[in-house]
Structure formats: C-alpha cells, structure tokens
C-alpha cells in the first residue's frame, strides 16, 4: 500500500492547533500508511507582527484569550486553563523561539521528536500558563522529551535551525496556506481547521480512492462546516 504523506503546519501558539495536535497522533496509530510530517507557520514570529496585528503586545492576551475558550470547546479533553493564563504578568508570546525549539529536535530525530517537543511546548502554554517565549521554558519542555539536552540546546542555536523553519514559512506561502491548523495530503490536498477526527479520516479515505482530481494542483475539499483555525487577514491575526 502507497504511503500518504501528510504535511501538518501548525504554530506552537495556535490554540486550535493544540487539540488538532492530539486528534492527528490517534489518527497515526490507526494507519500503517500515513506519514506526518511537521511544518511551521507563525502566526507572530516576532514581536512586530503583533504590534501590527494588535495594535500593542499588550492588547495580545485579552482577544487571544477569546479564541481559547472557542479552542478549549473544540478540544476533545478541554484542557486550556484560560483563567490561569488570565492571571499571568508575562506579554503573549511570540511564535519564534518555539517553532525554533521544534524544529531543532526535529533535525536531530526526525518527525516523531519534532512532536513530541512541539506538544510539550503547547501544554506549558494552554495548560500550565508558562511564557514559551522564555528559553528557560523551553529547556523545560525539552528535557521533558527523550531527546538529549546538549544535542538539541547547540541545534537550536544554529543558524540553520531558523533557516529551516523559514523554508517551512515559504512553503506555506507557495502552498497559499493563511491559517493553522492546515493538512496537506499528498502535496495535492488541503483540509483546513481543526476537524473532527472522524471527518479527517473520512476525508482521508476519500483521497485515498480519488483518482479524478489533478495531481498538480493544491485543493481544498469542501466540507459541511468550516473547521476551527488561526489566520491572518490583511494583517490582522484571527482565530474561529
């Protein structure tokens, strides 16, 4: 059987990219013939695009928080603390020392180590209120994986670590991705949103079976309902 390759791009502050995370490991233990791969997006990568989006890092939070409560409805275990990170003294956190912390792992152990930092990256972020822009946070998270500690701290701080996640940002531009969570299926196939595990493998299926649509061509298949996600419009970050 053919392998299906699914491009998952995602940021490391997305909220619905947090239960979308979870739904896409129960989905690789069902199959033999899916293959993940991980793919940056940043919906702030550095502190300016906030101010643009927002107007100030401080206004960040407040309207963040809002898409928390929609993301903490669409997660299957409803694990967001949104009144702890109401609570916290620390500015929102930008999308770039997190998706570099990732992405390190990932060039030393694959896809598999990617996620397991990027989930544990996550849950000090939606779960545990902790500001994942701080580098001692993200060492937290790290030595909370099996990846060896000194491996990953001098991978991160190579320039080739950014490098490559940049080259992820440009794929999602040539791929004409705007928001996360985003499936590529195949480098054919677009599912965007965090569905339903049970709508993604049924449209995994679909694909599987599709012979009709063109090979050349990234298509986004219509679906009943508009799957929850993280964007940016002329700017301005949004999330429903």
């Known amino acids: 059987m053919p ?3 699914i491009e998952f791009f ?3 502050i997305c909220s619905f990219c947090f239960p979308m995370s979870a739904r896409m490991r129960r989905i690789s233990k069902n199959y033999n013939n899916i293959e993940i791969k991980h793919r940056s997006f940043a919906l702030g990568w550095e502190a300016e695009d906030f101010i643009r989006s927002f107007g100030s890092r401080e206004a960040v939070k407040p309207e963040v928080l809002s898409h928390w409560a929609e993301a903490n409805k669409n997660d299957d275990e409803h694990r967001f603390n949104i009144e702890g990170m109401r609570q916290t003294d620390f500015n ?3 999308s770039k020392p997190g998706l570099k912390a990732a992405k390190a792992a990932g060039l030393i152990g694959g896809d ?5 930092v990027f989930d544990r990256i996550q849950n000090k972020l939606f779960v545990e209120n902790k500001n994942i822009e701080d580098i001692v946070v993200l060492e937290e998270a790290v030595k909370e994986t099996g990846i060896s500690f000194d491996e990953w701290k001098a991978m991160f701080e190579r320039d080739e670590t950014e490098n490559a996640v940049l080259e992820d ?5 040539a791929y004409g991705i705007h928001s996360v969570p985003t499936l590529v299926i195949n480098q054919k196939y677009a599912i965007s949103g965090a569905r339903s595990q049970e709508e993604i493998e049924k449209t995994l299926a679909k694909i599987s079976k599709d012979e009709g ?3 050349n061509k ?3 298949l219509q679906m009943d309902e508009t799957g929850a996600s993280c964007s940016i419009v002329d700017g301005k970050w949004q999330c429903d």
Not at 112 to 116: A, L, N
Request: without cysteine; negative net charge; hydrophobic residues 50%.
């Open 169 to 173: 940002l440009q794929l999602a531009q």
């Open 112 to 116: 598999d180590m990617y996620w397991d």
């Open 92 to 94: 929102f956190p930008i």
């Open 213 to 215: 649509i063109p090979l």
């Open 3 to 5: 392998m299906i390759q």
């Open 10 to 12: 995602h940021d490391v």
């Open 218 to 220: 990234l298509q986004t």
